[in-house]
């Protein structure tokens, strides 16, 4: 059985720093990608940062220059690095999983989602 497991969240400060990690159990078939995604009190989900299986990365343009996705595909790992963190950046983060079923369909794992929490 598959799970993605967050960890990494918190309260920090204005300006602070997190560091998000992600390790998937179980075995997943044709992942197309990875990456994070986040919601905050009220608003839908949203993408934060993607990295596909051939390395290309993708980031929402309000955490361009901040965040930064990497994997370790050994470790069967994601990680978000978040820098310069502003209070709008506080939500739960979800790991996402991309995987490819059938020709153009996808399926999509997540974890149980982290918070992230900036205090002005």
């Known amino acids: 059985q598959v799970q993605l497991v967050e960890s990494g969240g918190g309260l920090v400060q204005a300006g602070g720093s997190l560091i998000l990690s992600c390790v998937v159990s179980?075995?997943?078939?044709?992942?197309?990608?990875t990456g994070w995604y986040r919601q905050a009190p009220g608003k839908q989900r949203e993408l934060v940062a993607t990295?596909?299986?051939?390395?290309?990365?993708n980031y929402a343009d309000s955490v361009k220059g901040r965040f930064t996705i990497s994997r370790d595909d050994a470790k069967k790992a994601v990680y978000l690095s978040m820098n310069s963190l502003k209070p709008e950046d506080t939500a739960v983060y979800y790991c996402n999983v991309k995987s490819l079923i059938i020709t153009v369909r996808t399926y999509d794992y997540w974890g149980q989602g982290t918070q992230v929490t900036v205090s002005s």
């Open positions: 990295v596909t299986s051939d390395g290309r990365t």
């Open positions: 179980g075995s997943i078939p044709s992942i197309i990608a």
